[in-house]
């Protein structure tokens, strides 16, 4: 087959994926290509600028029993072949596990489930591959740095196995799988729903009180940061360009919001600190969806970073309460949630069980964080410029969540800017 037969397909293939940062694209061309099998085929596209990952399967005949039901995934007929997303057949995904881990020998192969930006397969429920979809040139965050924590010593992670890179960029990695692990939102929104149908108020005499796993957490993600510093260096920190990115931001998303003054002093007072503590290398995408729970602790996820920034800004020094900003806003989330799945009737009566609950983690992940050994040396010396830092990352999460869910949930959107409400008040 010639990729020239496939290359009209693509558009609106692309346009279908929850991978594609857009629309419908104006325009799609072919970077790269090659035959990794007699039935699988790598390509490279750009669309509107940007290069996305695409591993195209071919099968002659009527469609196989894999692809019912996964129709957006289907590309459509080249060559007298149905093209499809090759990852959706069991036999392709082993082949591309081969290349990349020639001494692995499995026989069951599953999806992890959707993603938003990768596509995850999981083998013998022992190894997981992570094949990169949008592909930025040179090292992807993930790899990079979980490989550093694992070299460090930080045991919180899944360590790769194995990497497809091609000229200095990232395109796949193939890590174990941590079987038996919960993640932290799944085991959040339990705690909220049992706590939402409990007749008392109090998060603490509640059968499913997370505060426990939240100051665990707490202490895992300090000993992260400490290991990020010691694996990948400090640098001075640069609170003008922090507070000049916050502003930016601010006026893309926000402009005219009627708190735009009151946010913008909030990151004028990051920018005067004195002592604001290390710039390191942070997750920078920290939230309970990215930590697992499994029976020998909490494992952190997933280093990329916010898909919707630049990955040079991504792969920037940052402070560590960027990462704790996250973490805290993942818990409003988590309470905003949990109401949604009760009835209108009942959510009035319920709001200071979900406001205590969210007040009690946020207490036990900052203790479980700010008591860990070596983390004092990365932040402001001065509680108070603490307290001013966080307010200000987590002020500046809000609002990226803003301009994210008017992207993709609109319906969502009264919850960052309710956060945003309590922060800075029009």
Not at 49 to 76: C, K, N, S, T
Not at 141 to 168: C, K, M, Q, S, Y
Not at 205 to 230: S, Y
Request: net charge negative; with cysteine.
């Amino acid at each position: 087959m010639k990729i020239e037969q496939l290359t009209p397909l693509l558009p609106a293939y692309l346009a279908r994926q929850r991978w594609f940062a857009g629309s419908k694209p104006s325009s799609v061309g072919v970077v790269d290509h090659a035959q990794l099998s007699d039935r699988l085929h790598w390509v490279l596209a750009e669309a509107d600028g940007a290069r996305y990952q695409l591993l195209i399967g071919m099968v002659a005949g009527l469609p196989p029993e894999f692809l019912h039901g996964h129709d957006p995934e289907v590309l459509g007929v080249a060559d007298s072949e149905i093209a499809f997303d090759g990852l959706l057949d069991p036999d392709l995904a082993k082949v591309l596990l081969s290349r990349l881990a020639p001494d692995e020998v499995v026989s069951r192969v599953r999806p992890m489930g959707a993603e938003q930006s990768n596509t995850s397969l999981v083998f013998d429920d022992r190894l997981v591959l992570k094949v990169f979809r949008r592909i930025h040139q040179g090292l992807n965050p993930d790899v990079e740095v979980t490989r550093a924590l694992a070299d460090a010593g930080f045991e919180h992670v899944a360590a790769p196995v194995a990497t497809w890179e091609e000229n200095g960029t990232h395109l796949a990695v193939v890590q174990p799988y941590l079987a038996g692990g919960t993640d932290g939102w799944a085991l959040a929104l339990t705690s909220l729903r049992d706590l939402y149908a409990n007749d008392g108020d109090d998060p603490a005499d509640c059968g499913g009180d997370f505060a426990a796993e939240a100051r665990r957490l707490g202490n895992v993600t300090a000993k992260m940061h400490v290991a990020l510093a010691d694996a990948l260096g400090t640098g001075a920190p640069d609170t003008g360009e922090w507070a000049g990115l916050m502003e930016r931001q601010l006026e893309r998303i926000a402009a005219q919001s009627t708190w735009n003054a009151s946010a913008r002093a909030v990151f004028e007072h990051l920018r005067d600190m004195a002592n604001p503590g290390a710039a390191i290398r942070v997750h920078g995408d920290f939230h309970l969806g990215q930590a697992l729970r499994t029976d020998t602790g909490w494992f952190v996820l997933d280093f990329e970073g916010e898909p919707a920034r630049p990955l040079d800004e991504r792969r920037e020094r940052s402070s560590p309460l960027k990462d704790v900003a996250g973490m805290l806003r993942s818990f409003h989330y988590a309470t905003a949630v949990a109401l949604r799945d009760r009835e209108d009737f009942e959510r009035e009566a319920i709001v200071p069980k979900a406001q205590a609950w969210e007040q009690r983690n946020r207490a036990a992940f900052l203790d479980g964080f700010l008591s860990t050994n070596g983390i004092a040396g990365l932040l402001p010396a001065d509680p108070a410029d603490i307290d001013g830092a966080l307010t200000a990352w987590e002020l500046d999460k809000a609002i990226y969540e803003v301009g994210y869910e008017r992207d993709h949930r609109p319906e969502w959107v009264d919850i960052p800017e309710a956060a945003i409400a309590r922060m800075v008040p029009g």
